[in-house]
T-cell receptor
């Protein structure tokens, strides 16, 4: 099946610094990728929809200037958490939409801890 | 807005026991319904889906039937195995989002199967 990778799998950073998370579709092209955030024992919350070659669409309540999304190619989307604070600590998950099947394939997630 | 409600967990069963995980939804229109599974250390994987009322999705011995009258999509398996231990998410996609296929997830439930 289709594979989506995320890098890094976990990261620890200091408050005030920025962190970039990569999401790659390894064996298919994804014009649309999604970024989710998951809190412990909570559901996945959609943060934004990333479209190749255009600006991301953010869900209500998500700060676009804090969570920068770049979808520069058909296989790569990046999420940059700018000026991170401890409340940004979470599990971030991406998915890529296979246009031929309209099925989403999920990455394994990235654990971000801000100290 | 759309929402998905799953039964509270965690669930612990003995091997070969019968499994039911309840899922109900609220949506306008006619959503597609999904069950995703997340094995330890891995990304979410699509387990099964149903796109219209009375459809039954099935995979790996798991089944779920799209019940429009009760707005439910309960997951069942007749005989669970230790390898079924994972987190299970019920989700729906809003047809109004078209090709972007935005997903709304339930909170997920952890299943542990004892030998």
């Amino acid at each position: 099946g289709a594979v989506v990778s995320q890098h890094p799998s976990w990261v620890i950073c200091k408050s005030g610094t920025s962190v970039k998370i990569e999401c790659r579709s390894l064996d298919f092209q994804a014009t649309t990728m999604f970024w989710y955030r998951q809190f412990p024992k909570q559901s996945l919350m959609l943060m934004a929809t990333s479209n190749e070659g255009s600006k991301a669409t953010y869900e209500q309540g998500v700060e676009k200037d804090k969570f920068l999304i770049n979808h520069a190619s058909l296989t790569l989307s990046t999420l940059t958490v700018t000026s991170a604070h401890p409340e940004d600590s979470s599990f971030y998950i991406c998915s890529a939409l296979d246009r031929s099947t309209y099925e989403q394939y999920f990455g394994p997630g990235t654990r971000l801890t801000v100290t | 807005g759309d929402s998905v409600t799953q039964m509270e967990g965690p669930v612990t069963l003995s091997e070969e026991a019968f499994l039911t995980i309840n899922c109900t939804y609220t949506a306008t229109g006619y959503p597609s319904l999904f069950w995703y599974v997340q094995y330890p250390g891995e990304g979410l994987q699509l387990l099964l889906k149903a796109t219209k009322a009375d459809d039954k999705g099935s995979n790996k011995g798991f089944e779920a039937t799209y019940r429009k009258e009760t707005t439910s999509f309960h997951l069942e398996k007749g005989s669970v195995q230790v390898s079924d231990s994972a987190v299970y998410f019920c989700a729906l996609s809003d047809p109004n989002t078209g090709a972007n296929s935005k997903l709304t997830f339930g909170k997920g439930i952890t299943l542990s199967v004892r030998p």
